[in-house]
């Protein structure tokens, strides 16, 4: 596992589909970037899955999410 901070989103938005590698973790990048570029299947792997996960960032989506935010703040607004 990377070592990322608690509050980064890139293990949300990757959902499985990336190599998750620390920002400081020099040893780990070369390991991921020669494994990206010597491994066919893998890459293969990832960059179908990167599709996959692509596909849920539409704007339609974003649209219902941001819908549902706005329904949910008026349901229960945070106190002032």
């Keep these: 596992g990377a070592d990322l901070p608690d509050a980064t989103s890139i293990p949300e938005v990757l959902g499985g589909a990336g190599v998750l590698v620390g920002p400081d973790d020099v040893p780990g ?11 066919d299947a893998h890459r293969a792997e990832r960059a179908a ?10 704007d339609a989506a974003a649209a219902v999410a941001l819908a549902e935010a706005y329904r949910e703040a008026a349901r229960d607004p945070a106190p002032r």
């Design 49 to 58: 899955a990167g599709r996959s996960r692509a596909a849920h960032y539409t």
């Design 29 to 39: 990048w070369a390991e991921a970037l020669v494994r990206l570029l010597t491994d």
